[in-house]
């Protein structure tokens, strides 16, 4: 029996995906390690395959035709055998002492026969050429050394602290329960696996060590953000499907409705501050419509995101306004280490 499942989607990564799988492959026999060719045109699927040889029963070389990167995270959890299911993109590695830590924490939950819904982990912005590298971790929010629940919570996370994909590790079985699937040839859905399927959590435990490395600077990475802006119906696409995705009904404990609203102002943000950048009279006018189908979704919604005092600074209503927000966007920008 696995006890984890390691998708790795890889597209034309020969240059860089040796270091994910192998830093996958510390986990041993408990581990299942999918790599997943979407369709690549350079040696990927042949160095998946080299892997599989090399470490029978350990290592999967999957092949499918080009669904980018969501199509690929869904042929992995279609094929996954573990009881648990992680994503590590090909140009991003697990950390040594987390990953053994996981392992040894999800083999205990189990062999006790408890219920897992999702294992959350730091995560690292591991930035070309920066000095400091910007530790996302959550101390003080989620209870350590226990698996929780919603009504556990103490505090709300705050605007700086957000949980992404990197962050995760979700009980496989769960995700097929809820239906979970990824849109296909569309970037930035990984946001899409850090909401939809946290609607459905009821249990967690928090691992306070910093996990997944998540490597920025790569020439055309997706959140380059000059690439974000020519992608930018993308975003905008994957922002309107939490929106339709969002489900207040299924929520019962308040700290769970405002993590999702919490990650809902995040996107907002974002998709806001980028159209405001492009600042064009279609890309404003679009900005307006995305708050107006937020508030056609949900008004209580609405009025938690557009009145916060993000949501305030987002909509000033002057060119000023506008100049302000993007200035302090490049702030934060600078401060967490992003691009």
Request: with cysteine; charged share 25%; aromatic share 10%.
């Amino acid at each position: 029996m696995k006890i984890l499942t390691v998708a790795i989607p890889s597209y034309n990564s020969e240059a860089y995906m040796k270091k994910a799988i192998d830093h996958a492959l510390i986990g041993g026999e408990d581990v299942e390690v999918l790599v997943v060719d979407d369709g690549s045109k350079d040696s990927t699927l042949e160095i998946a395959k080299d892997y599989e040889r090399r470490y029978p029963g350990i290592v999967r070389a999957v092949h499918q035709e080009n669904k980018g990167h969501g199509g690929a995270v869904n042929t992995g959890l279609r094929e996954a055998t573990g009881l648990y299911y992680k994503v590590c993109d090909s140009d991003d590695f697990l950390a040594y002492d987390s990953y053994i830590k996981v392992i040894e924490i999800l083999k205990e939950v189990v062999s006790e026969g408890r219920e897992l819904d999702a294992m959350i982990c730091n995560y690292v912005y591991d930035k070309l050429g920066a000095k400091h590298k910007r530790v996302m971790h959550y101390t003080g929010y989620f209870p350590e050394k226990k698996i929780f629940t919603w009504t556990d919570l103490k505090k709300n996370l705050p605007s700086n602290r957000y949980v992404l994909m990197h962050s995760l590790i979700y009980r496989t079985q769960m995700l097929r329960d809820c239906g979970f699937e990824l849109p296909e040839h569309c970037f930035y859905v990984d946001n899409l696996m850090a909401f939809t399927p946290m609607i459905y959590v009821k249990t967690m435990y928090y691992l306070n060590m910093p996990l997944y490395r998540y490597f920025i600077g790569r020439e055309g990475q997706s959140v380059n953000e000059e690439i974000m802006m020519g992608r930018l119906d993308q975003q905008l696409r994957v922002t309107r499907l939490m929106i339709d995705q969002y489900q207040p009904d299924m929520v019962k404990e308040k700290r769970h409705l405002t993590f999702l609203v919490h990650y809902m102002s995040i996107m907002m943000t974002i998709s806001s501050i980028l159209l405001m950048k492009k600042n064009t009279p279609e890309s404003l006018a679009e900005k307006k419509q995305l708050w107006k189908d937020l508030q056609n979704k949900d008004k209580i919604l609405y009025a938690r995101i557009r009145f916060a005092p993000l949501g305030m600074g987002l909509n000033l209503p002057t060119e000023a306004g506008r100049r302000l927000a993007v200035a302090i966007y490049g702030v934060v920008q600078k401060f967490v280490g992003f691009n």
